[in-house]
């Protein structure tokens, strides 16, 4: 029998996993990655390492509409582990620059 604990820790590192692929996707306009322009709304790694997540742009017309979500899925299915990997995009909640972390404000100097 499998141990729930083991598996909980293997998919909250495959998550860490995730977003540290993720943070090598940028947005081609804008010298931030993706994870911390605040572009990724969810991140969720179920029990058998398939991975979901649910994304944004900074605009519906934005020029890499289709390059940065095909990115994210690229380097997450790199990742040792992960089994398969869905990306969703969605314009709701809208982006807004204060979804941005702390350190996408310092480098853009918002800050």
Do not use: W
């Amino acid at each position: 029998m499998e141990n729930p604990d083991q598996n909980i820790e293997v998919q909250e590192d495959i998550k860490r996993k995730v977003v540290n692929a993720i943070k090598d996707v940028y947005d081609p306009e804008i010298p931030v990655d993706v994870y911390e322009l605040g572009l990724i709304y969810e991140i969720t790694v179920y029990p058998v390492n398939n991975v979901y997540i649910l994304m944004t742009l900074t605009s519906p017309n934005c020029p890499a509409a289709e390059s940065i979500p095909s990115e994210v899925k690229t380097r997450v299915s790199e990742i040792e582990g992960v089994n398969n990997v869905e990306v969703e995009l969605t314009f709701d909640p809208p982006y807004s620059q204060d979804m941005m972390s702390e350190v996408a404000k310092l480098e853009l100097g918002f800050l």
